[in-house]
Structure formats: C-alpha cells, structure tokens
C-alpha cells in the first residue's frame, strides 16, 4: 500500500509561486512513476507534471511546461512541484499520484489519471488576478 500526503497548497497572487510536495510511503521506490494532476471546479482532472523514480524522466503539459517544475528528493521519498509565474488558470485543487503495479519500472510515466492508482488528497492552489 502506498500512501501519500501533499503540502503547500495556498493563496498567491498571478505572477506570485508556489511548492508543492508529497511524500510517499512504501518499500520499493524505484518502481514508482509519481504524477500531479489538477481539477479546477467543472472540469476534468488533466496531467501536470510527472516523473519515473527511476529514470528521473519528466515530462509536462504544454500548458506549464517552462513554468513548473517537478523534481524529488529521494531521502526523503518526496516529490515537489515547484510553480512559478502562476495565472489565473492555474487555480485548481492539485493532486498527487503514484502509479505502482509491482512488477513494472515506469520509464515513461503515466499522463492519465487512470494510469496511476494511489492518489493524495488534493491541495488548493487559488491564484488571484
């Protein structure tokens, strides 16, 4: 099982940045594809960013890619999303996720939410105008 506890979510204002982190239990990291997603209200859930624990491989959608920036600290089993130059459309509740089949190392991570299985609880990002 594993389970993941995100941080860092808040109010900034356009222009303004913020980090987000989730740490992950489990034993076998390096199996781990890790992921953020956000869902703004009536919409779906998108890819942000994602990484392979791995290969370090990232990948990012076009709509941040330049802006965000997703890295790990590997003794502390943690996973940031470091958002800088936020927008408007930014604001979103942001989740964490970890795709972990047990037999599978990720090269390339996932970049759909059904491609991951253990999700964090989600943490507000509003960004004012």
């Known amino acids: 099982q594993v389970q993941l506890a995100e941080s860092g979510g808040g109010l900034v204002q356009a222009g303004g940045s913020l980090r987000l982190s989730c740490a992950a239990s489990?034993?076998?990291?390096?199996?781990?594809?890790m992921g953020w997603f956000r869902q703004a209200p009536g919409k779906e859930r998108e890819f942000v960013a994602a990484?392979?624990?791995?290969?370090?491989?990232?990948y990012y959608a076009d709509s941040v890619k330049g802006r965000f920036t997703i890295s790990r600290d590997n003794a502390k089993n943690t996973v940031y999303l470091q958002m800088n130059t936020l927008k408007p459309e930014d604001t979103a509740v942001y989740y964490c996720?970890?795709?972990?089949?047990?037999?599978?190392?990720?090269?390339?991570?996932?970049?759909?939410?059904?491609?991951?299985?253990?999700w964090g609880q989600g943490t507000q990002v509003t960004v004012s105008s």
């Open positions: 996720a970890v795709a972990y089949s047990g037999t599978t190392y990720y090269i390339t991570p996932p970049r759909i939410p059904s491609g991951y299985n253990f």
């Open positions: 489990g034993r076998t990291f390096s199996m781990y594809a």
């Open positions: 990484t392979s624990w791995k290969t370090a491989n990232t």
